[in-house]
Every structure is written in structure tokens, then in C-alpha cells.
């Protein structure tokens, strides 16, 4: 699979094994979907296919909503320990040209953001489980990062989105999970770094 084009400059993010970055495109979407499908099929585990379609569509809508330019996840792996997680990697603006200095703190004042590393270059927030309308019986757990891009004097960043699908109407406690995936998906953001030379 094509490795896709970054509009920011080069960095380093150090991926569980058996993750793979994909274009954030209709196209590489659809290939992941046939490739999890036959391995979950291969497995006998309706339940995870259909989980993992779910999980890749809400994905590519937000993709369509944002600039985005890659996705994260497992995928050769997968009949080991399938986690169901998706991670989106976008660009955002500030508004009208100026710094993203006045949606980060509104963040922090409405969302209860905070830095997820001791020196203070990731924003990060996450909201509660949420249904999503568009999927019956689905709901999604997100977390989001904010990095500022070298040189744009803090009018861009790169934007991370982790995307938990949460099953509903079910008897089990899917709490633990959900909680163990964001540790995860925090350990992997953390992990982040630019390039010596994009810094």
C-alpha cells in the first residue's frame, strides 16, 4: 500500500507492530476493509468484522471533515489481539489567518484539555462516549492531540484523532477496554517527535 504524502514536515511516530500508515483516501480505506474482512472471516468472528467496518467508515467521514492526510492502525496482526482503535492525522488552521493560541485555550477552558507530555508540545483532550447517529448500535470514544508545525509561528498543527468504536446495548462492561486503548493511544502519541531538521 502507498505510503501517503505528508503536508507537514517529516516526523517520527513509533507504531505497536503490525500497524500500518495508510493514505487517508476513499481508496485505501476500502483495501483496508477487504484485508481486516478476510482476515476476520478467515477467524469466524463476524462480530469483529463488522466492528472494524464500522470503526474504518466513521474514520474516513471524519477524514472527509477534516484536512486529513493519513491513517493509523493495526492490520497484519490482527488474528493475534485485534484492537479496535483508529488514529487520523489532519491539519488545522487558526482562524482568520492568526495563531491557534485562542482555540487551544478555549479548549482547555471547555473541554478540560491539558499537555500530555512533560514538555508541553502536545494539547490533549478527549470526550465521552458518544452515539453515532449514522451506525445503529455503534458509539465512539475520541481523543485528540495538538502539535504546533515548526515555522508556522502556531497558525497550523497536526491533529491526531483517536477513534475507539464503544458497542452499545450490551451486557459486558466495555469501560476497562475502552480505558486500556486510550492508555494506548497516549503512549503512542507520546512517542512523537519531528525530524532534527523540521524542528
Excluded: C, N
Amino acid at each position: 500500500m502507498a505510503e501517503p504524502t505528508r503536508p507537514v514536515p517529516a516526523y517520527r511516530l513509533l507504531l505497536p507492530e503490525g500497524w500500518e500508515e495508510i493514505p487517508a483516501d476513499r481508496a485505501g480505506v476500502d483495501q483496508l476493509i477487504r484485508r481486516t474482512s478476510d482476515v476476520f472471516r478467515a477467524q469466524h468472528r463476524p462480530e469483529l468484522d463488522a466492528e472494524m467496518r464500522t470503526m474504518l467508515e466513521v474514520a474516513y467521514r471524519k477524514m472527509q471533515q477534516a484536512k486529513a492526510f493519513a491513517l493509523y492502525l493495526q492490520t497484519s496482526s490482527a488474528t493475534d489481539s485485534p484492537l479496535p482503535m483508529s488514529i487520523v492525522a489532519s491539519v488545522v488552521e487558526g482562524q482568520f489567518g492568526g495563531t491557534l493560541d485562542r482555540q487551544v485555550a478555549q479548549l482547555r477552558r471547555d473541554r478540560g484539555a491539558e499537555f500530555l507530555t512533560d514538555d508541553r508540545s502536545i494539547v490533549r483532550w478527549e470526550a465521552p462516549v458518544s452515539p453515532r447517529r449514522e451506525v445503529e448500535g455503534a458509539a465512539a470514544h475520541v481523543v485528540d492531540y495538538l502539535i504546533p508545525i515548526p515555522g508556522s509561528g502556531r497558525r497550523k498543527a497536526l491533529q491526531f484523532t483517536t477513534t475507539i468504536p464503544v458497542p452499545t446495548g450490551v451486557d459486558i462492561d466495555v469501560r476497562p477496554v475502552v480505558d486500556g486503548l486510550v492508555h494506548l493511544s497516549d503512549l503512542l502519541i507520546s512517542t512523537f517527535t519531528w525530524e532534527p531538521h523540521a524542528a
